[in-house]
C-alpha cells in the first residue's frame, strides 16, 4: 500500500464495491486482518501494471530480505536434500508459513514509516478510517435510519 498511485487505484475499487453493496464489510475485514483482497487488488486485466508496478517498488525495498527467507526455506539443499523440483505444495506450505507472514507484516511496517511510502500508507488508512467512521456514525443513536 505504500506505493500512491496503487493505493490510490485500490480505494477507487473498494469504494465502487462499497456503493454496489452498500456494505462497509470490506473495510471491517481489512482493519481486522480477515479475508482475501487479491480479487478487488488487481480488478481487471486492464488495470493489472499498476499492481505489477508497485510490486516491483516493494521488492526492490525489500528484496534482501525475501531472497534470504527464500534461500533458507526454499533452496536450502541442507533442509530438503531430498528435493528435485519445486511443486505447488512445497512453494504452498513455504508462503503460509507464519514466518513469511511475520517477514511479510514487518516489511509493511517498514514501510509505513519510510519517507518513500508513507504518503500511500497514510492514504489508504485514512481512507478505511473514514469509512469505519461513516458507518459507525449511521449506524449510532444520534442517526436514526
Same mark, same amino acid.
Not at 478487488?40 to 501494471?49: A, V
Not at 536434500?81 to 511475520?102: A, C, G, R, V
Not at 500508507?121 to 436514526?144: A, G, M, T
Given at each position: 500500500? !505504500? $506505493?500512491? &498511485?496503487?493505493?490510490?487505484?485500490?480505494?477507487? %475499487?473498494?469504494?465502487?464495491?462499497?456503493? +454496489?453493496?452498500?456494505?462497509?464489510?470490506?473495510?471491517?475485514?481489512?482493519?481486522? !486482518?480477515?479475508?482475501?483482497?487479491?480479487?478487488?487488488?488487481?480488478?481487471?486485466?486492464?488495470?493489472?501494471?499498476?499492481?505489477?508496478?508497485?510490486?516491483?517498488?516493494?521488492?526492490? %525495498? @525489500?528484496? &534482501?530480505?525475501?531472497?534470504?527467507?527464500? =534461500?533458507?526455506?526454499?533452496?536450502?539443499? %541442507? +533442509?530438503?536434500? =531430498?528435493?528435485?523440483?519445486?511443486?505447488?505444495?512445497?512453494?504452498? $506450505?513455504? +508462503? +503460509? $508459513?507464519?514466518?513469511?507472514?511475520?517477514?511479510?507484516?514487518?516489511?509493511?511496517?517498514? $514501510? %509505513?514509516?519510510?519517507?518513500?511510502?508513507?504518503?500511500? @500508507?497514510?492514504?489508504?488508512?485514512?481512507?478505511?478510517?473514514?469509512?469505519?467512521?461513516?458507518? &459507525?456514525?449511521?449506524?449510532?443513536? =444520534? @442517526?436514526?435510519?
Amino acid at each position: 500500500m !505504500g $506505493d500512491f &498511485e496503487f493505493t490510490s487505484y485500490y480505494i477507487k %475499487r473498494m469504494s465502487s464495491t462499497f456503493d +454496489i453493496n452498500g456494505s462497509n464489510k470490506v473495510v471491517y475485514s481489512f482493519i481486522e !486482518g480477515k479475508g482475501m483482497f487479491g480479487g478487488l487488488i488487481l480488478g481487471d486485466k486492464n488495470n493489472f501494471y499498476v499492481f505489477i508496478n508497485a510490486f516491483e517498488k516493494m521488492w526492490e %525495498r @525489500h528484496k &534482501e530480505l525475501f531472497m534470504e527467507y527464500f =534461500e533458507g526455506n526454499l533452496f536450502n539443499k %541442507r +533442509i530438503m536434500p =531430498e528435493l528435485k523440483e519445486i511443486n505447488y505444495n512445497l512453494f504452498n $506450505d513455504i +508462503i +503460509i $508459513d507464519s514466518k513469511f507472514l511475520n517477514l511479510i507484516s514487518s516489511a509493511i511496517e517498514k $514501510d %509505513r514509516f519510510s519517507i518513500k511510502t508513507m504518503d500511500g @500508507h497514510f492514504l489508504f488508512y485514512q481512507h478505511c478510517l473514514n469509512r469505519y467512521v461513516d458507518k &459507525e456514525i449511521e449506524n449510532s443513536i =444520534e @442517526h436514526p435510519n
